[in-house]
């Protein structure tokens, strides 16, 4: 019998289950998709928001400032890439400027440190490349940037390095109530546990229909945007947002932490939580929005296009809670922006209502919180690479040119524990195929890897979600030997 069954692998998951392997718990997370981050912890903003935009008093505002605040060290346990480059909020008239007096105020109640509102002239000097007809910004210099696919890789790498058990291809179907606690249909699984921790994302009032009444529904809302080449990566050193509306924190310009430009994201609600198509209403909007804060952005370095999903709830706050009616069971739904940012801190919230449930929890002697990323062979000194060529040729072999990826990298991918099996587990890993070309020259010779190590025919090497088949069989034969 497990203590925890944790549902959904993306990153308020993988969180808690790093969390929870602190503990004295026998701990296992299911997840329906055959890889860690494949819901919205993929498709999002990527930043570690300083905290002013949600309302005080609620989870959010409180989970999104700790957060925050814990994200350097965390970043740095697991060598995830983070950079604490700050944030404007950009205002065009005094109507805007009063909602950075707003934003400001809000802030501060909430604990968000060294807030300050920057005349349109020094904004202009610290970012040439903004439009001048920006009149003031709110300044936030802890706000940030992640990898958000890398953490949540990270984590659950790290969780599984402490004991828990990580299944995929898992989708939770079926929940019964027990004595001891609940009997779990997870793919061919039958999992008996105590408690059940649902953070399934968008599906999270499904599961949770599954067994308790239904007191929330999710209702997706999808923000599309481009992505741009590494050539104008530095295009602002900043995140920059534009006013917020109701729904969203508004189109942002943003460097991503590999050197990439980001500009998006739109907010529409959609029918189904696998909309996740891009269109080009939405993309239209994504390049006015870019253009009004940077008229002279070149938008035919776009590279891609994607979009992801917010799970928005009702009332707007986050749902962290055991649910009244199933002791044991414990909701973490409703985790739209800042979920990113908060889910470390939702991850401690989970735990304090364990630790009352069980009224106490046990510390692991050898808990060990760090972890290292795969290594970047191009980031190497001369000795250093000329080292591990000769412990490992692979090392000496690229295999995407663009970001300069090494064969030894991707093999690493797919062997370290959670490791990749799908094109684009390999490319969130270790960033094969991110670059210009998209993996138009290297996904041929990434599939041949995965099929190599994984011992599979080419023809079962996917893209992304379990049918997402790239070749079907031979179109001609052809000597071996050739
Ligand atoms: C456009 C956009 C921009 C955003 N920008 C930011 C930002 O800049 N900063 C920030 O802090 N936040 C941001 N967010 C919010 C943040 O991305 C989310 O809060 C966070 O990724 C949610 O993580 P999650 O683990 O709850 O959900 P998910 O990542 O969706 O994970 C849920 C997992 O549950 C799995 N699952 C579902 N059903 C089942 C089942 N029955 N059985 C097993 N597994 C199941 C899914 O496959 C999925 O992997 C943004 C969101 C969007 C959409």
């Not at 009004?292 to 979009?307: R, W």
């Not at 990826?405 to 684009?424: F, Q």
Request: proline share 5%; with cysteine; hydrophobic share 40%.
């Amino acid at each position: 019998m497990y203590d925890v069954l944790i549902i959904g692998a993306g990153i308020v998951g993988t969180a808690i289950a790093r969390e929870l392997s602190k503990y004295e718990l026998k701990v296992i997370l299911a997840e329906k998709e055959n890889d860690i981050a494949n819901g919205t912890t993929k498709a999002n903003s990527a930043i570690v928001h300083a905290g002013y935009d949600a309302l005080p008093g609620t989870l959010k505002a409180k989970t999104n400032v700790l957060g925050n605040k814990l994200y350097p060290k965390l970043c740095e346990e697991l060598d995830v890439p983070f950079k604490q480059i700050g944030s404007f909020v950009v205002a065009f008239n005094e109507d805007e400027v009063k909602v950075l007096e707003r934003l400001k105020k809000q802030g501060e109640e909430n604990g968000v440190p060294n807030l300050e509102i920057l005349p349109g002239e020094k904004v202009l000097e610290m970012e040439p490349n903004l439009s001048d007809k920006i009149t003031a910004a709110l300044y936030a210099p802890t706000g940030g940037i992640v990898g958000p696919f890398e953490l949540a890789i990270a984590l659950a790498e790290n969780a599984v390095e402490n004991g828990v058990e990580v299944i995929l291809n898992s989708p939770v179907t079926k929940i019964e109530k027990i004595e001891e606690g609940y009997k779990v249909k997870a793919g061919e699984r039958e999992i008996l546990t105590k408690f059940v921790i649902n953070c399934a994302g968008l599906y999270a009032d499904q599961v949770n229909n599954l067994i308790n009444e239904e007191y929330f529904k999710i209702q997706p809302n999808r923000g599309e945007y481009n992505l741009f080449d590494k050539t104008v990566g530095n295009y602002v050193n900043k995140v920059v947002f534009q006013a917020p509306t109701p729904v969203s924190k508004g189109v942002v310009c943003l460097p991503t932490v590999h050197g990439n430009f980001l500009i998006g994201p739109t907010a529409d609600y959609v029918d189904s939580p696998q909309e996740v198509q891009t269109t080009g209403k939405g993309l239209a909007e994504v390049r006015e929005k870019g253009l009004k804060v940077l008229p002279n952005f070149p938008f035919y370095k776009v590279i891609t296009s994607f979009a992801g999903l917010r799970a928005k709830v009702e009332g707007g706050d986050f749902i962290i809670e055991e649910v009244r009616e199933n002791k044991g069971f414990i909701n973490v739904a409703g985790i739209d922006s800042p979920g990113l940012t908060a889910a470390p801190v939702i991850a401690l919230e989970v735990v304090e209502i364990l630790r009352n449930i069980t009224g106490g929890l046990k510390e692991k002697e050898n808990f060990n919180g760090k972890r290292k990323a795969v290594v970047h062979f191009m980031e190497l000194s001369p000795e250093e690479k000329a080292e591990l060529i000769k412990k490992d040729p692979k090392f000496g072999r690229v295999i995407c040119r663009c970001e300069s990826i090494t064969e030894g990298e991707i093999v690493n991918a797919i062997h370290r524990p959670v490791g990749g099996r799908t094109l684009d587990g390999i490319k969130r890993r270790v960033r094969a195929g991110m670059g210009r070309c998209q993996g138009g020259f290297c996904a041929p010779r990434v599939m041949e890897i995965l099929a190599r190590e994984l011992e599979k025919d080419i023809t079962e090497i996917v893209k992304d979600s379990p049918n997402s088949y790239i070749l079907t069989g031979p179109t001609k034969s052809r000597k071996k030997d050739n």
